[in-house]
């Protein structure tokens, strides 16, 4: 059985930055991360495969975010710069099972493992 394990999520002034850690998996395992905000659906933001070789990042965060991987501390990061209030979400990494190094997934319905999540307060 898989368990992720998310941290790193806290309040932060708009500008700022935080990083986001998700352990649990290793290399055999395409990564993603989402977030939630109240009321609203929850939307891929970031996803990695599973060399680490090819990423993809949602319109709303490239350029201030980051995901990478560290297979030897099965461990996935989420680098998060230039915050904005509108970033404020649950934020939750996620697992999938894969045979091909270089694919990765954004679809939330593509994953099979989840984290609990780790909340992400940006004040204005």
């Known amino acids: 059985q898989v368990q992720l394990v998310e941290s790193g999520g806290g309040l932060v002034q708009a500008g700022g930055s935080l990083s986001l850690s998700c352990a649990g998996t290793g290399r055999t395992f395409s990564m993603g991360w989402f977030r939630q905000a109240p009321g609203k659906e929850r939307d891929v933001i970031a996803a990695?495969?599973?060399?680490?070789?090819?990423?993809y990042y949602a319109d709303s965060v490239k350029g201030r975010f980051t995901i990478s991987r560290d297979n030897a501390k099965n461990t996935v990061y989420l680098q998060m710069n230039n915050l904005k209030p509108e970033d404020t979400a649950v934020y939750y990494c996620?697992?999938?099972?894969?045979?091909?190094?270089?694919?990765?997934?954004?679809?939330?319905?593509?994953?099979?493992?989840w984290g609990q999540g780790t909340q992400v307060t940006v004040s204005s």
């Open positions: 996620a697992a999938r099972l894969t045979l091909v190094p270089a694919n990765l997934y954004t679809r939330g319905d593509d994953y099979n493992y």
């Open positions: 990695i495969s599973r060399s680490g070789g090819n990423t």
